[in-house]
């Protein structure tokens, strides 16, 4: 049983900037039977929200109309067929949309425990990017121990679980960032080196880190003129993974290059999966990382939490590309829990 028929919502109430965001009343989401219904203490705040907010990002057909790709929160309903949780179990999970709520349903393929020591806000903050960068990085280009990974955006959501993935199974990580402020922050998160792209060659500099040899990953949110960058800057075999597209859509790329050197260059979005494969990248997250997290050592990633009557304030900080981390939403309940 849902706790009530009516709950508040962020609302995109039209196409445009961040005052376009209000809370509202908004009808409780269903309880399917495969779903968890979750209480929302803090969504995560993602690329993708803003850009549906701006009217160039449609949900797909049967997804909520409220933005929020990512929640944390307490179950607080389980469907018919879902025995592996149990009401008030603090969870984060990935969302098929409408995480901007105080309640959301999602597959319960996609809910995770949230790892030991860490706050629901901080919990929040994890599931898009860690999903993401584990179906790509891992899953698909087969990072693994022993391999050099650069990393762009390092500083960011998906750069800063592309660095501590990396990190936690053995591989190394080089960030590329704008600021000291950022690279010190990708250091912490276990960047074995950084690279300013602001006053440094990444090329040059990725060669001179690697013994000349290049990277044998990359994992690019840029796009653009960073496409040639990427695979001059790739090592023989390499692995290129495209998850956005920043700075352009299109890009001149060396082909004679990327043959010479037998690279592979994939791209890929997460939410149109289905819920089978977002079930098994959970599975493999639960397995293979959510150890490490629960460590007491573990080097949280950083949030700036905003109340949730403040949404439009994250997007404009969002758009502002000075935050360090992950900014996430917090509700009245999760600013009580
Ligand atoms: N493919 C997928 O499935 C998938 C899943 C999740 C997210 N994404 C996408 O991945 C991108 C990064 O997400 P995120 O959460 O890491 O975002 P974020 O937290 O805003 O981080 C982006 C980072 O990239 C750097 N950057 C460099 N050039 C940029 C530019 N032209 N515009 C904005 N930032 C730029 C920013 O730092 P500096 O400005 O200091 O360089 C910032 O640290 C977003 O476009 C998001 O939609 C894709």
Known sequence: MTPADTMHAIAITAPGGPDVLQRQPWPMPPCGPDEVLIRVAAAGVNGPDLAQRRGVYDPPPGASPLPGLEVAGEVAATGANVSQWQLGDRVMALTNGGGYAEFVAVPAGQVLPVPEGWSLAEAAALPETWFTVTQTLVLRAGLASGMSVLVHGAAGGIGGAAIQIATILGARAIAVVSSPAKAAYATRLGAVATIDYTTEDIVARTLALTEGRG???????????????????????????????????????????????????????????????????????????????????????????????????????????????????????????
Do not use: W, Y
């Open 215 to 337: 990277v044998d990953r990359v994992l690019d949110i840029i796009g653009g003129a960073m496409a040639q960058t990427n695979i001059e800057a790739c090592a023989r075999g390499a692995h290129i993974v495209q998850v956005s597209t920043l700075d352009g859509g299109n890009a001149q790329i060396p082909l004679r290059t990327l043959m010479a050197k037998q690279l592979t260059l994939s791209g890929s979005t997460l939410r149109p999966q289905t819920a089978a494969t977002k079930a098994d990248i959970a599975d493999h997250i639960r397995t293979h990382l959510l150890p490490a997290l629960s460590a007491p050592d573990f080097v949280k990633p950083a949030i700036t939490p905003f109340p949730f009557d403040q949404a439009p304030a994250a997007h404009r900080a969002m758009e502002a590309r000075g935050h360090i981390g992950k900014l996430v939403l917090v509700t009245p309940f999760g600013a009580r829990a």
